[in-house]
């Protein structure tokens, strides 16, 4: 019988994404209508008061004594001072409540205690000789002589006021008001609303329709997999059919694992290992379903619980688990594809400077919130012998500090959990960097420690059920400690705690290393306002954070949405940059640059071209500048990798922009 598509592991995935969509465009619905009418009328109060600093610039450096003194008005009764100074004044009231029709402005004595100009004075003119009334929010302004705006009733009806006081010699002589009717303002705020609700609505439907389409191509691939995996429980000679992406990287891999298993010499031995790799596989699977569950209903939670929060703060820190549960979901799929990496050979290091110091800081305060959740402590000592920059992969390195600062937060119930590193050169003129991480925690026996290092492996069944994790993290450590040119060691006792040390080699900075390594601070303080860069991408999404990117750094962002389109745009237009997708329709990443270098254009072989794609392997690299693209950044975006792609490019290879 046909299972109904929503009881699908595709049903399911859409259903919850669809969900999650809906909660979101109803509280940005609801959050939108009260913000807007704020910055609608936060937006009347500053034109308002800007108003009133017309006004008084008008007004110049006379005070009304003067005016009055220039027209031989000193001794003259109120009534004629205030005449004098409304003939001399109105033109300016009028002329300003002529250009904003609808508004009130006007000028008022302190002195006379009457106002002086109602603008337009064809209509309020009646107004002048009065004085404000002591219930009048202008008797505020008058009280703290602070311009301010206020609403209520007044004599124009409900209106929102703004009133500035007007100093000369250092004394407050009047005041300046300008107000509006609430009545336009409600109406203005109306039809804002109204604009943004209706594109807030067709970018929803926008959005389910693109969320159906990629989910369904994601939740294929992964239902492939699992399906493939139960295969393989009872027949290794069949194949996982090929995936997309990343995980075709895993299908591979455990194709290739089956296949192995079925090579084996002896029939025995071969059913040996496939019920082991049965058992390994069955019991990943199962953890992999409660590591991808518990953060995924963090999310779902804690969104629930935003959307019924009552203060902004509360919200605030619902949003901030949010977070932190979908990045622990994006570090479990993440260390699903560095063993792939690692199992595949693909797994690359870089080689740049960077600072150890920086590295512990951030280090520590990545861990820090974890480790005093449980109330432990974490001491961080760095001998003196350790430079101030070295030379490696800070990523990589971070990476396995992290997983070992992790684990010994996850088993340590209680006392602390102590980082040390040491450096010493070596005879070949490079640095070992040796790191020892010891904690209080419940330790291991001598068994537990031999399956320690291996993909899958926990001390035993019952340490995944009580502190949980995929099993992978120390076997990627271990690959890539190893890849470093260094080995990792345990040491440790049941209740007792345990010590993982490791060693790596890294290079020494000197001369021109020392420079390179105040780069990636220029890099994230440079802006390319005014410049022209062109994103040929086919994915609607990457556009959006792409241009968002790159927006925010100045720059103006033109869209292609193929290689084709790419290449026509360019030759019709100047540009500072161009980024490349490789996999697009029509015309792909590479044959598009390839165009482009080959083209009669004056600047077809000098326009940086930069890969920004998720074929993010060495031979990407190569193929990427073998079709003529000066670098290569990946996907996800790292906005640090786009700084310093565009730094080395439109900075340190051309000089700075606009030169």
Not at 625 to 634: E, F, L, P
């Amino acid at each position: 019988m046909k299972r109904s598509f929503f009881y699908t592991i595709q049903g399911k995935i859409i259903f919850i994404l669809l969900f999650i969509m809906t909660i979101t465009f109803l509280t940005t619905w609801y959050m939108v209508r009260y913000v807007t009418q704020t910055l609608v009328l936060n937006e009347k109060g500053d034109k308002l008061l800007g108003l009133t600093g017309i006004l008084n610039s008008r007004l110049g450096a006379d005070s009304y004594d003067a005016i009055l003194e220039r027209n031989g008005a000193s001794e003259a009764s109120r009534e004629a001072k205030i005449a004098v100074l409304n003939r001399e004044l109105r033109d300016s009231t009028d002329e300003v409540a002529a250009a904003y029709p609808g508004l009130g402005v006007g000028y008022y004595s302190l002195d006379l205690d009457a106002a002086l100009t109602y603008g337009p004075s064809a209509t309020y003119g009646q107004v002048v000789g009065i004085s404000i009334a002591p219930e009048h929010p202008g008797r505020r302004v008058m009280a703290s002589n602070r311009a301010e705006v206020a609403s209520g009733s007044m004599v124009r009806g409900k209106i929102m006021n703004a009133m500035s006081p007007i100093e000369r010699d250092n004394r407050v002589i009047g005041y300046i008001w300008a107000n509006e009717l609430t009545t336009d303002i409600e109406t203005q705020f109306k039809d804002t609303t109204r604009r943004i609700f209706l594109i807030l609505g067709i970018t929803y439907v926008v959005s389910i329709i693109l969320v159906i389409l990629f989910s369904r191509n994601m939740v294929r691939d992964i239902n492939n997999i699992v399906t493939g995996v139960r295969e393989l429980r009872f027949d290794l000679t069949k194949k996982i059919k090929r995936a997309g992406g990343e995980l075709g990287e895993v299908t591979e891999s455990i194709n290739a694992m089956a296949a192995d298993v079925v090579k084996a010499n002896e029939a025995h031995q071969a059913l040996v290992l496939a019920e082991a790799a049965n058992d390994a596989q069955r019991d990943f699977l199962a953890r992999m379903s409660h590591e991808i569950r518990t953060p995924m209903n963090g999310v779902l939670g804690m969104t629930r619980l935003a959307m019924q929060a009552d203060s902004p703060e509360q919200r605030f820190e619902y949003l901030k688990k949010i977070q932190s549960s979908a990045s622990l979901l994006l570090g479990i799929i993440n260390d699903i594809l560095d063993f792939s990496k690692i199992e595949a050979g693909k797994m690359e290091l870089e080689s740049r400077p960077f600072s150890l110091s920086e590295m512990t800081d951030n280090i520590r305060e990545l861990i820090q919130p974890r480790i005093s959740e449980k109330g432990l402590e974490l001491i961080i000592a760095m001998d003196d012998s350790v430079p101030s920059q070295a030379v490696g992969d800070n990523l990589r390195l971070s990476q396995v500090l992290l997983n070992l600062l992790g684990n010994a937060a996850k088993f340590t119930l209680q006392g602390s959990i102590r980082l040390e590193i040491k450096a010493r050169p070596l005879p070949s003129g490079r640095l070992r960097l040796d790191c020892a991480v010891q904690d209080s925690g419940i330790g291991m026996s001598a068994e537990q420690q031999e399956t320690l290092f291996k993909p899958f492996a926990q001390a035993d069944s019952s340490t995944a059920r009580r502190f949980g994790g995929t099993g992978l993290g120390l076997s990627i450590s271990k690959a890539m400690v190893e890849l470093m040119g260094g080995a990792i060691t345990v040491s440790s006792e049941p209740g007792k705690g345990s010590v993982f040390a490791f060693f790596v080699e890294l290079e020494s900075l000197e001369g021109e290393q020392e420079e390179l390594a105040g780069t990636d601070t220029a890099a994230d303080s440079q802006r390319y306002d005014g410049h022209q860069f062109l994103l040929v991408e086919d994915n609607a999404i990457n556009q959006e954070i792409a241009v968002a990117i790159l927006s925010d750094l100045g720059a103006i962002v033109d869209i292609a949405e193929n290689g084709e389109e790419g290449l026509r745009a360019f030759l019709q237009k100047d540009y500072s940059l161009i980024f490349m997708d490789i996999r697009m329709p029509v015309m792909d990443g590479f044959e598009s640059a390839r165009r482009i270098r080959a083209s009669a254009k004056h600047d077809a072989s000098t326009v940086p071209i930069i890969a920004m794609t998720a074929n993010a392997m060495k031979e990407d690299r190569d193929a990427s500048r073998d079709a003529g693209m000066n670098d290569h950044v990946s996907k996800p975006i790292d906005i640090a990798e786009v700084k310093n792609a565009l730094y080395r490019e439109l900075v340190t290879n051309r000089g700075k922009p606009g030169e």
